[in-house]
């Protein structure tokens, strides 16, 4: 998969260039050819085909404003805040969470961070003239960002993070491991999932020795064992009060 952006030393790295890939597969949603359908009714005539031709207007546009020096700084500054945010969460109230040797080890939705992510994104490119002109309104703006963010998620979660090679998460925070799997809310019918959490562990004066790095893992299995038993109205509690604002 060509991911928009890619993770390297600590930093989630974005440079304006994507791939055509996601968005052939969005303009055959029914969101995308709600964007579409209206740009082949205006083409009155394309000797490769009037649809062909909507998409790859779009296309262009999508790319130039990828490509736009103020988009790439707007997403780039967001992109390297995704790990960053996990520090805040582990502070809110309601996630689960133990000690593990004077260190607080935190359970972070994946739904939270990403719908951060979310807000703080749109925040940052809805005042780039770029972001606001693009022809495929809303629709094409928000499939933008939520690839965004589907592929600042995927490079971490490539990365792997363990107790042995964990990642820097904000200050005094770093993650220790991922689920992705794990469903912490019914999604709305148009959203995303976003299942599944980060584990974060608060970083003290301690070394991070080998002894404790198991005593990690060993909560991390237990954390996990003890989430399933977690009825539906428990999880719903527990993303009410641990989201902003709540």
Request: proline residues 6%; aromatic residues 8%; contains cysteine.
């Amino acid at each position: 998969m060509g991911f928009w952006v890619r993770y390297s030393r600590g930093r989630v790295r974005y440079n304006g260039r994507i791939t055509r890939g996601p968005f052939i597969a969005w303009a055959d949603t029914p969101e995308g050819r709600t964007v579409v359908d209206p740009l082949v009714s205006r083409i009155r005539f394309s000797l490769v085909g009037r649809r062909h031709t909507a998409r790859r207007r779009l296309w262009r546009q999508l790319v130039a404003m990828a490509r736009d020096d103020a988009i790439v700084a707007a997403v780039q500054s967001e992109a390297q805040a995704y790990l960053e945010r996990l520090s805040s969460f582990a502070y809110a109230d309601g996630l689960p969470r133990v000690g593990v040797s004077l260190h607080r080890l935190v359970v972070v939705p994946r739904v939270l961070l990403n719908g951060a992510a979310f807000r703080g994104i749109l925040d940052k490119l809805s005042a780039c003239s770029a972001f606001a002109t693009l022809e495929g309104g809303d629709a094409l703006r928000d499939f933008f960002i939520l690839t965004l963010i589907e592929h600042v998620d995927g490079v971490v979660a490539a990365a792997r993070p363990t107790p042995k090679r964990p990642l820097p998460a904000g200050e005094s925070w770093m993650t220790v491991g991922m689920n992705s799997g794990f469903v912490w809310r019914i999604p709305l019918v148009k959203g995303p999932p976003w299942d599944g959490h980060h584990y974060v562990l608060e970083i003290t004066r301690d070394p991070l020795t080998r002894r404790l790095r198991n005593a990690v893992t060993l909560s991390v299995q237990r954390l996990e064992a003890s989430l399933t038993t977690l009825s539906r109205g428990a999880r719903q509690d527990i993303m009410r009060r641990a989201r902003p604002g709540a």
